[in-house]
């Protein structure tokens, strides 16, 4: 690709998945083969397998929290954070990945669509909660819950359950999220397979005359969307992207 030329008067959109963590040690889901003790992914990450089995769910959750404890911000991250220094407010992140990497690496204006691992919130809380819903909000809660007993609870009674998005729930800021991709000159995709929807679609809400970008080892599944597409690791094209920017 030629250079990544950020002109004075663009603003830069990035959506970035499972892929941008991979090169920190943190598997993508592809990766996972499926499989969390004998049940597929979309198994423990769903509200019916909650309401199934909590503990189940929990287990999983206090895995990944202690993998991403483990974890350390890469080249990829630290060169995001570099971008939005140099672009200040024309800058402006979406991750879908629910670890703090990003923030550890130095972004502050992104949003974690899908949530995030370190924070929980009431079981009746939330967007997708009922009229008799809890209005207690989200809050940072690194613990690991392993079993039904020691599963925290709410004032009002209610589970304190992962502050994720599961499958069949509403990601989160998604109007903030437009109005950034509707002003955006560059959308960059980094490391998401462009399978799992809405952020499959955001390359589509880019405006006609926007440069669509692709950083990946593999085509996502929406490669057709993009001008450009970059293969490679995050880790080894993005710090030179940025560089020319
Ligand atoms: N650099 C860049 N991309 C990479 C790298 C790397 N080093 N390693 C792997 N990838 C790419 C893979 O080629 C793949 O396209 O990362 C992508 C990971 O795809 P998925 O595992 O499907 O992850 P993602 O697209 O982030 O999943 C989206 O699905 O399960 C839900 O909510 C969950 O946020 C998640 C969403």
Known sequence: MQRMRIGPEERVFVL??????????????????????????????TPEAWTEDAARVWRFYSQRRRDARRAEPNAAHRALAELEQRLDDRFFLC????????????????????????????????????????????????????????????????????HIVWFGEMPLEMERIEREIARATT?????????????ASFVHWAGPRARRIYIGPEEPANAAAFTEIVPGRAGEVLPGLVEGA
């Open 187 to 199: 959308m960059l995709v980094v490391g998401t397979s462009g399978a799992v929807y809405p952020a």
């Open 95 to 162: 991750t879908q990945n629910v670890d703090d990497l990003h923030e550890r690496a130095g972004s502050r204006r992104l949003v974690h669509m899908h949530g995030e691992l370190f924070a929980s919130r009431c079981e009746f809380s939330g967007p997708g909660a009922g009229t008799s819903a809890c209005a207690s909000a989200p809050f940072p809660d690194d613990a690991l819950y392993e079993t039904e007993e020691v599963i925290a609870h709410c004032t009002c009674g209610g589970r304190i359950r992962p």
């Open 16 to 45: 970035t998945g499972a892929g941008v963590s991979a090169e920190s040690g943190l598997r993508t889901f592809r990766d996972q083969g499926g499989l969390w003790e004998g049940h597929r992914v979309e198994e423990v990450a």
